[in-house]
């Protein structure tokens, strides 16, 4: 019986490490992305404005360039676009007129701006969402940008607005006035950061859990990124599979050396048995 167990743990313990070394490359591999789409960001959006700007102005600046900007590519199936990507939404015109993929263009080269940005979900009242725009925090309030729009909303006074007062239909009227055939339905009654509706059995009921047991969960942490960043996505799931099964193995070990009694390889005495080594002063007989 014994036998038999130790080869059972042999099995899972060299199965841990085999997936540890895999998360391991995976971790490299997407920090390595993540640092380039990083640096992508950083001089796209340094060559619209400088981050010396108020951020008003950086904001303005940004939705300027995606309603003025130079002519850019047309993708003969745009839904096979990712739509994730800054390098592609920054890229091609398809993208930039529609309203999740605008709103993530313009977080990517907000965030690289060093403005403090999140994206907004309009729903309907069946909790889907009809419209996504930004929030930028501007001078301590978080004022509402709509990318696909290139506005900052503003009532006739020239004030920039936040997501409660646009919750008042008069104000909103007033703040899109002057957008050509902009849709009425997008309104502020019901708003959320995070859509949990498209997981499977309606979220399991993740947000009714969440709102309860954890209230304000949405702003206490930033989705922004997680959820419109591939890169970043990846990023973080390696770390996290990494963390994992880095405490398996610690657990593991200690269960082989003190349960089960079996030898296994060490690889922190194998590296300082080898540097002493090989740093030594040898023996002179």
Known sequence: ??????????GVWWSVNALLLLTLLALVYSGGWE???????????????????????????????????????????????????????LNYRQLLSVCGTATNAFLNLARSNGLSVRRLLL??????????????????????????????LRDAKGHLLTREELRNPAVLAEATSAVPNYPKEYSYEMVAQVRLARLPMQGFHLRWILDKTAPGWEESVDWT?????????A????????????LLRII??????????????????????????FSGAPEIK
């Open 1 to 10: 019986m014994p036998t038999r167990r130790h080869r059972i743990f042999r």
């Open 35 to 89: 640092f380039s789409v990083r640096r992508y960001l950083d001089g796209f959006s340094d060559a619209i404005v400088p981050d010396s700007e108020p951020s008003e102005r950086q904001a303005e600046a940004i939705l300027d360039w995606m309603r003025k900007g130079p002519p850019r590519m047309l993708a003969a199936n745009p839904s096979a676009l990712p739509g994730r990507d800054p390098q592609t939404t």
């Open 123 to 152: 729903l309907s009242p069946d909790r889907k969402a009809k419209h996504v725009v930004a929030e930028v925090l501007i001078d301590g309030r978080w004022v509402v940008a709509d990318p696909a729009y290139r506005i900052l």
């Open 225 to 233: 990124l997680l959820l419109e960043r591939e890169s970043f996505f």
């Open 235 to 246: 990023l973080c799931a390696s770390v996290f599979a990494f963390v994992v099964f880095l």
């Open 252 to 277: 593991l070990g200690w269960y082989a050396d003190h349960r089960l009694k079996i030898p296994r390889f060490h690889l922190r005495s194998q590296v300082i048995r080898a540097g002493t080594t």
